[in-house]
C-alpha cells in the first residue's frame, strides 16, 4: 500500500483557494503520472491504494496516487488521524506554503 505524493495546506490561513490550488496540483500529479513519458510509473511501482484511504473516482490504476485530506480521508475517520495514515504511506510530501504579513 502506498501513496505517490502526499499534498498538504492549511485550511485555515488558505481558505478555498488554497483547497482550489491543492486539487489542481494534484489533478495535474495524476496526468503528468499518465500523459507524460518521462513521468511514468513503473508497473512494479503502482502499489496499491491504501485501506486507510478513500480511493477517488475515476482512478487509474497506472496513474499516481495522491492524498488529499478532501478527497481521501474516509467517512468517519478523524482528520488526524487520515492525516498522519495518509502521510506515513506517502512517498513524497508536498506541502503548500504562503506567507501573509499581520
Given at each position: 500500500?502506498?501513496?505517490?505524493?502526499?499534498?498538504?495546506?492549511?485550511?485555515?490561513?488558505?481558505?478555498?483557494?488554497?483547497?482550489?490550488?491543492?486539487?489542481?496540483?494534484?489533478?495535474?500529479?495524476?496526468?503528468?503520472?499518465?500523459?507524460?513519458k518521462d513521468c511514468k510509473i513503473p508497473r512494479h511501482g503502482w502499489g496499491s491504494w491504501p485501506k486507510s484511504a478513500k480511493q477517488p473516482l475515476p482512478f487509474r490504476p497506472d496513474e499516481a496516487k495522491v492524498f488529499l485530506d478532501s478527497e481521501c480521508l474516509l467517512d468517519g475517520q478523524s482528520w488526524l488521524t487520515g492525516f498522519v495514515q495518509g502521510l506515513v504511506v506517502s512517498m513524497t510530501f508536498v506541502p503548500l506554503l504562503s506567507w501573509t504579513e499581520d
Open positions: 500500500e502506498l501513496m505517490h505524493a502526499f499534498v498538504s495546506y492549511r485550511v485555515e490561513t488558505e481558505g478555498s483557494s488554497g483547497n482550489r490550488l491543492a486539487e489542481a496540483l494534484a489533478a495535474k500529479i495524476r496526468s503528468l503520472s499518465v500523459e507524460n
